[in-house]
């Protein structure tokens, strides 16, 4: 890049999330008001019902959430700012998820026609539970999968309808005590999915949920349970985007996957939440025998996100991947990375994680790879590269890995470049300008990975990216 | 010695440092450490005999023996040329070790009185090296050395420190503080082996500053310990300055072998390589840090860091935690760590040969460890270095 360009783009990248930028004004039917407290979690307990376990779970989750520090060891400082009795812990339309795409009130399709999921989408999505603040809005299965005995609903409606399926695996891959903010989530989660995918049931179509906060203040705690039964396969995908709110809003979720015997589960992730997001987020996955677990996570928005996908890779011969784009600009810390717990021999993982700083940005990577005793046959690999656009840009990588034994391999490479001038010169030589240059340049430079996102969603970020470049030059 | 600090010493206030993480803190005690014992005629003997023999024709030589100054020599050039290279009792520190060891070395610089200083003059050249040996003989005893190296501009100069002991020497305690300053234009090559008693504890600091245009370059060998711990900050403060460090580590039984290293770049256009190998054998335990930090200013800095774990035992467990901070985006910055074991291929390749497995075995693994061993200043270190490795493959 020349120097020009960074003279002329201090804020290289800046994307127009005006698109995602507004506010319906909504009525809500249930408030928990200000602040956390068990008083609180009975509302919300109340409000949906729930069972008494749950009830116990959440707190008992509650009382974990106010013994666990902060995580300040690596987070920035301003990680303070989020102030926990200035967030309303539980917003509701109304209980029940609607039905049919007529059951949806009118402003709240007005909202997903502006962020793109359009009506006429539904006929190639396998089910849509479009998750609308705290509750899911719409929920819709099609005919085929249900008949295939897939079941696509909310949190709420897993744990008393399927609770058979549904207990012995909640809260057993993230356990509670994982981090202040599991437990802040086990206190008051609610919304999300609860998906099971019977034995031997490969569904074709990615199953597909979008994210939307969209009341100031609100922290949006959902939570996702995933479990592909022996033999099963499913894509499932989310995506985030926020309305602009001048305080600080948290996003905590919880997302496990339980991947049994020969089964596989990819991830979908693309996140473009609000600047002022806080994106705190645990995300595993347990992998037994011949399973396959697969993060693919891209991560544009937020002004905080910390969240390190993982895969227990508990059976033998297991494999773990997760792939990983991360973009910060001015104002952004993107720490994103992987965890690979490897528990059995023969298990194998994969880390890529390709991230660009631009403007003032910081795109960190932060890693575990553990390999414990006596294992045979494991194997790591983890790569990540980072692209410095401006002067101002940073970045770290902070991989951590543990090999136990002679008989396990693993292998990390991290490097840390810019666009070379030469690069744009040659480009601009071929009559480009130098904007489409560097479009072309980053875009090449996340190629690899954008490939392995679901061909809309790549055609989304491709596009995405190339809307930032534009605005990089002036 | 003072009681008092090393009574409130307390290895759990390191817990949570993150400079500590994977270490077997526990093992970090600073009581129960007896001052040496004066030692006897006959072995001072030997080891003033042995060190002269390792380091002949050496520009200068000083041999200590726990802590205490036996013998000294510096050539007639090194003289003439107004070369410092002595004993001092305390030495004025202008870096400030990191790392973890803040606590440990305010405890170091309060008992400390066995320095080595080491001053170049400018535009001073030595072909032949420093040689600084410090031999252990007080079972239990602990000792603290420290030396500054100071070279002036555009001076050449090379270093060879060996600390090593008798088997009889055992449950040692040396803490140890070091600093290397080159100045612009200067040369500077540091070869550094430990081989202490096999229950023996090393904590060890050392800071490099290189200046404008200046090299510098280290070796070293951790090879004896229970616990050894190597800090290790390499500072690129002027322009175009290159520093390389390799380390070879070799640890076994129940040896836990950990090295923490930055390296910064305060300016532009400087160039790092840092390379880390360690060999793992029975039970033990290695520990590689790394962080390179490119500041802001130091555009076009090239910095590569590079971690190998040889694993040959399976209870040995490798740690490897490389790290990148770049806050400036004209760099090409990489690292990478790798932990395996030998190639099968190859082992196969030698047995068909001829080669008994064991034989091969040990080719194979001195192939991994030459990479660092050709890298020493001087055949001082080398030539010992070999030795240890034999003795210490020889005995299992």
């Known amino acids: 890049m020349s120097e020009t360009t960074a003279k002329k783009a201090p804020d290289a990248i800046n994307i127009d999330r005006s698109a995602g930028d507004f506010s319906v004004a909504e009525e809500y039917a249930f408030d928990a008001g200000l602040g956390l407290s068990e008083r609180v979690i009975d509302y919300i307990s109340d409000a949906k019902n729930e069972p008494d376990w749950i009830r116990a779970f959440r707190k008992k989750a509650l009382e974990i959430f106010y013994k666990k520090p902060l995580p300040t060891h690596w987070a920035p400082e301003w990680i303070k700012d989020v102030d926990f009795d200035k967030i309303r812990y539980y917003l509701a339309k109304n209980k029940d998820a609607a039905r049919s795409w007529e059951d949806v009130p009118e402003d709240v399709k007005q909202t997903f026609e502006r962020l793109g999921v359009p009506e006429q989408e539904r006929k190639f999505l396998a089910g849509v539970d479009a998750q609308f603040d705290s509750e899911s809005a719409y929920s819709r299965l099609k005919a085929d999968l249900e008949k295939q005995g897939v079941i696509f609903v909310g949190p709420n409606e897993g744990l008393t309808k399927y609770a058979d399926i549904f207990r012995p695996w909640f809260g057993k891959v993230i356990p509670t005590t994982d981090s202040k903010y599991s437990a802040l989530n086990s206190a008051c989660f609610s919304g999300g999915s609860f998906v099971y995918v019977p034995k031997g049931v490969k569904v074709a179509q990615p199953l597909q949920a979008y994210f939307r906060i969209n009341a100031e203040n609100f922290g949006q705690f959902e939570r996702t349970l995933i479990i592909a039964d022996e033999g099963a396969e499913l894509v499932y995908m989310e995506g985030c985007t926020a309305p602009r709110f001048d305080t600080a809003t948290l996003h905590s979720g919880v997302v496990e996957l339980v991947a049994l015997k020969g089964a596989k589960i990819q991830y979908v992730t693309v996140q473009n939440w609000a600047s002022n997001i806080y994106n705190l987020v645990t995300q595993r996955g347990l992998a037994m025998e011949d399973a396959e677990i697969r993060w693919v996570d891209c991560n544009i928005g937020s002004r905080l996100t910390m969240k390190y996908p993982g895969v227990i890779l508990k059976g033998e011969r297991a494999r773990g991947e997760v792939l990983s784009i991360a973009l910060a600009h001015t104002g952004q810390v993107q720490d994103t990375g992987a965890k690979m717990i490897h528990l059995a021999d023969g298990t194998t993982s994969n880390i890529i994680s390709k991230s660009v700083s631009t403007g003032e940005g910081r795109a960190n990577y932060r890693g575990l790879v553990s390999i414990p005793k006596h294992l045979k046959g494991c194997k790591n690999n983890s790569e990540c590269h980072t692209l410095l656009i401006n002067e101002h840009s940073a970045t770290g990588t902070y991989p951590a890995i543990t090999v136990h034994g002679n008989a396990s391999q693993t292998q990390h490479e991290a490097s840390v470049s810019k666009v070379s001038a030469e690069q744009i010169f040659y480009m601009q030589q071929r009559g480009l300008s130098e904007a489409e240059a560097m479009s072309l340049a980053v875009n090449g430079f996340v190629n690899d990975l954008v490939k392995e996102f679901p061909m809309e969603y790549s055609v989304e970020l491709k596009r995405l990216i190339e809307m930032e470049m534009e605005g990089s030059v002036a | ?396």
């Open chain 2, 1 to 396: 010695m003072n009681a008092h600090l090393s009574e409130s010493w307390n290895s759990a206030s390191l817990v949570k440092d993150e400079a500590w993480r994977f270490a077997q803190i526990s093992r970090v005690r600073l009581n129960g450490f007896s001052a040496p014992a004066e030692p006897d005629a006959a072995v001072v003997e030997k080891y003033i005999d042995e060190a002269r023999r390792r380091a002949l024709g050496a520009s200068g030589i000083l041999v200590f023996v726990d802590e205490r100054l036996v013998f000294s020599q510096l050539s007639d050039e090194a003289l003439a040329a107004g070369a410092r290279f002595e004993a001092a009792s305390d030495i004025p520190f202008s870096t400030t070790p990191r790392l973890g060891m803040e606590a440990l070395i305010q405890y170091h610089d309060a008992v400390s009185r066995s320095g080595v200083i080491l001053s170049v003059p400018a535009e001073t050249r030595f072909d032949e090296p420093f040689v600084v040996f410090r031999w252990q003989c007080s079972a239990g005893s602990a000792s603290f050395p420290a030396s500054r190296v100071e070279i002036g501009r555009n001076g050449f100069a090379k270093l060879c420190e060996f600390y090593s002991a008798d088997a009889e020497a055992d449950a040692t305690l040396t803490l140890s503080r070091n600093e290397i300053l080159v100045a612009d234009g200067a040369e500077f090559s540091r070869d550094f082996v430990q081989a202490l008693a096999p229950a023996s504890k090393m904590y060890r600091t050392e800071n490099v500053v290189a200046g404008e245009n200046a090299t510098v370059r280290g070796v070293d060998f951790c090879l004896g310990a229970l616990h050894a711990r190597t800090a290790t900050e390499l500072c690129a403060d002027g322009r175009d300055a290159l520093l390389d460090w390799r380390a070879l580590n070799v640890a076994s039984g129940d040896q836990e072998i950990d090295w923490r290293t930055i390296q910064r770049h305060a300016a532009p256009g400087a160039r790092s390589n840092l390379l880390c190998k360690n060999a793992l054998l029975d039970r033990s335990r290695t520990i590689f840090s790394g962080s390179i930090l490119v500041d802001k200013v130091a555009q076009q800095t090239n910095a590569v860091q590079s971690c190998r774990n040889l694993v040959l035992s399976e209870d040995a467990e490798a740690h490897s935690l490389p790290g990148l901070e770049i806050d400036a985006n004209d760099v090409q910055c990489s690292h990478g760590a790798t932990t395996g074991t030998l190639d099968a291929d190859q082992l196969f390749y030698l047995l068909q040969r001829g080669l008994p497995e064991a034989d091969a075995r040990m080719l194979l693994t001195l192939g991994f460890m030459d990479e660092v061993i050709n890298a020493c200043a001087g055949c001082a270190v080398a030539d010992f270095v070999r030795e240890k490795i034999a003795e210490k493959f020889g005995t299992r």
